[in-house]
């Protein structure tokens, strides 16, 4: 879970200081911090409600005995 956190968080980083300027220039720095804080409070609280979020693991086909 930790590697596909990070994939992600640094996969779209540069994305994001991409286009913090021209947001910061059109809504201001205000709307757009605010905005930011909001998304990574709730991003996370979001996806915890995701059922198959709290059981992401690999699973083992369990074994069937040959009859």
Same mark, same amino acid.
């Given at each position: 879970? $930790? $590697?596909?956190?990070?994939? #992600? %968080?640094? /996969?779209? &980083?540069? +994305? /994001? +200081?991409? +286009?913090?300027?021209? =947001?910061?220039?059109?809504?201001? =720095?205000? &709307?757009?911090? /605010? #905005? $930011?804080?909001? !998304?990574? @409070? +709730?991003?996370? =609280?979001?996806?915890?409600? !995701?059922? %198959?979020?709290?059981? @992401?693991?690999?699973?083992?086909?369990?074994? #069937?005995?040959? !009859?």
């Amino acid at each position: 879970m $930790s $590697s596909l956190d990070f994939l #992600t %968080s640094y /996969g779209l &980083a540069p +994305l /994001g +200081l991409a +286009l913090f300027v021209p =947001a910061i220039e059109t809504f201001g =720095a205000t &709307a757009v911090l /605010g #905005t $930011s804080a909001l !998304v990574c @409070f +709730l991003a996370p =609280a979001l996806a915890a409600t !995701v059922p %198959s979020a709290r059981d @992401f693991a690999h699973r083992r086909p369990t074994p #069937t005995a040959d !009859v």
